[in-house]
């Protein structure tokens, strides 16, 4: 097709499904278009999970959410009467949902990324860079540079927009500790068994630190589900210099980890809410290399591991603190 006159797309429709970190890392794309084109009507087709992470985001003009077949068929009905002049299609794995927007979604200009799969739907295939190769973040840039889209490098990094009572709140909540002492985030939750970490290695690495700097306060954060782990990490610890966080939802996730000197976590979402607050990072991975190449922190100082298997668990506690010790020396992060 011949190039795209961006200045005659008016409303566009941004298809991206995933978890939060999924969400975070997409974030720069509404911060590019919105400075292209600040008149620009947003609309972004996701999961209902995703509520939180963008009910502060001021640049998306409407979401709409999916948590089952008919609130997705309902929400196309709903595009369809918008008169939609683009979609992008920023999820970078073919899928059959991605097949029925395409047929469905009535649109001047569909594109995606160049499978197989899609052959016949889209008005305009995106060439993608290598998955393991490649940040996700680089890809998602790579493919508005191929629409044509001017980028600012400055605004391609993740964001989350947080809730100001909610952060007002752990920000006095931690005023004190905060006066005298360093806040280190912990994160032992993941989206996946795969990822966790040992509650047993928690507790070794924390007392390692305690043993190095008693300066440093612990803020535990993790699920719901996961209440009963991170109870028994903190009695684990030798002093009583821990945080328990109590709120669960993602908002006030966040901004514990705004207040947070450094963030530890095998979950990459924590890891993308860090980077985008210019938090120094230390992650975990478990052995699948494109996973590891594409979901690293972004645009922060940091460390990751990669676990020798399948799982984070084998993660070796002196790796993890040696880690530690590396990155708070190599970028000189000052931990009071």
């Given at each position: 097709m011949n190039k795209i006159d961006l200045k005659k797309v008016r409303k566009v429709l941004i298809v991206r499904f995933g978890k939060i970190g999924d969400i975070v890392?997409?974030?720069f794309v509404f911060e590019v278009l919105k400075a292209n084109f600040?008149?620009?009507?947003?609309?972004?087709?996701?999961?209902?999970?995703n509520r939180e992470v963008l009910r502060c985001n001021p640049n998306v003009n409407k979401v709409y959410y999916s948590s089952n077949p008919?609130?997705?068929?309902w929400n196309i009905l709903r595009l369809n009467t918008l008169h939609l002049d683009m979609l992008l299609d920023l999820n970078d794995n073919p899928s059959t949902t991605s097949s029925i927007i395409y047929r469905l979604i009535r649109c001047n200009i569909k594109t995606g990324y160049n499978f197989s799969k899609y052959s016949g739907l889209l008005d305009l295939h995106i060439n993608q860079l290598s998955q393991v190769n490649s940040h996700i973040i680089e890809r998602m840039r790579n493919y508005l540079l191929q629409l044509g889209f001017s980028i600012n490098d400055n605004l391609v990094k993740p964001y989350f927009y947080l809730d100001t009572r909610i952060f007002t709140q752990i920000q006095t909540e931690?005023?004190?500790?905060?006066?005298?002492h360093s806040i280190i985030a912990i994160n032992i939750s993941a989206g996946n068994d795969i990822r966790y970490w040992k509650t047993e290695s928690w507790i070794e690495l924390i007392n390692f630190i305690n043993n190095t700097n008693n300066k440093v306060y612990f803020v535990l954060l993790s699920t719901e589900e996961d209440k009963s782990l991170r109870d028994k990490i903190s009695t684990g610890i030798n002093n009583n210099q821990v945080i328990d966080a109590r709120n669960y939802s993602i908002?006030?996730?966040?901004?514990?980890?705004?207040?947070?000197?450094?963030?530890i976590s095998p979950d990459t979402s924590a890891v993308?809410?860090?980077?985008?607050?210019g938090i120094p990072v230390l992650a975990l991975y478990p052995n699948f290399l494109w996973n590891f190449v594409s979901w690293q922190p972004y645009n922060v100082y940091y460390k990751s591991i990669k676990s020798k298997s399948e799982k984070v668990k084998d993660i070796p506690v002196h790796e993890v603190f040696d880690a530690y010790n590396k990155l708070i020396s190599l970028y000189n992060i000052k931990l009071k």
């Open positions: 890392v997409t974030s600040p008149e620009m009507e947003i609309n972004l087709l996701t999961f209902k999970s008919i609130s997705f068929l931690l005023l004190n500790v905060k006066k005298e908002q006030y996730f966040a901004s514990y980890l705004k207040m947070a000197d450094l963030i993308h809410i860090a980077s985008a607050f």
